[in-house]
């Protein structure tokens, strides 16, 4: 029996080989690092029982899934997927509940990998560099020439 498949099922079968492709550059997995770790602007974390056992600092998969997709990094679920998943097997992110290989949305909990001295240095600097951003857009909008044309 042949299988057929549409030129749209060709295209995103496509479109998710690219992606995969795109993602095992470590250089851009290690930007999204650095983006999810964020303490301002990052995936939330926080304690979380499971099994009669509390974690610290960790989210579940769905909610890593719900901030790829918020944060415009992932346009639709299986997309996300693809990059939680790469993010799984290049160990950025820690499954804590289970020692699956595949990513799991709801019943596992996830930490990231311990940060390097550098990459702490990393982070700091561009926490700085954010906040630093921030207050002068709001020292700008409180000058009252913002938005004002010459």
């Not at 080989?17 to 999204?32: F, G, I, R």
């Not at 595949?102 to 906040?131: G, M, P, V």
Request: charged share 25%.
């Amino acid at each position: 029996m042949l299988l057929s498949i549409s030129q749209l099922d060709f295209v995103s079968m496509l479109e998710t080989m690219h992606s995969v492709y795109v993602l095992q550059d470590s250089a851009q997995l290690k930007t999204l690092f650095f983006e999810m770790v964020d303490p301002n602007r990052g995936i939330p974390r926080s304690p979380k029982r499971h099994r009669l056992r509390t974690y610290p600092d960790c989210f579940y998969g769905h909610e890593m899934i719900a901030w790829l997709k918020g944060s415009d990094k992932a346009g639709d679920d299986s997309q996300a997927m693809i990059i939680a998943q790469a993010m799984l097997d290049a160990r950025y992110v820690i499954c804590l509940t289970d020692n699956s290989v595949s990513f799991h949305t709801y019943d596992a909990l996830y930490q990231f990998r311990d940060l390097t001295i550098d990459e702490r240095k990393h982070l700091q600097e561009n926490i700085e560099k954010a906040s630093n951003y921030v207050h002068e857009e709001q020292k700008w909008d409180q000058s009252g020439l913002h938005g004002m044309s010459m």
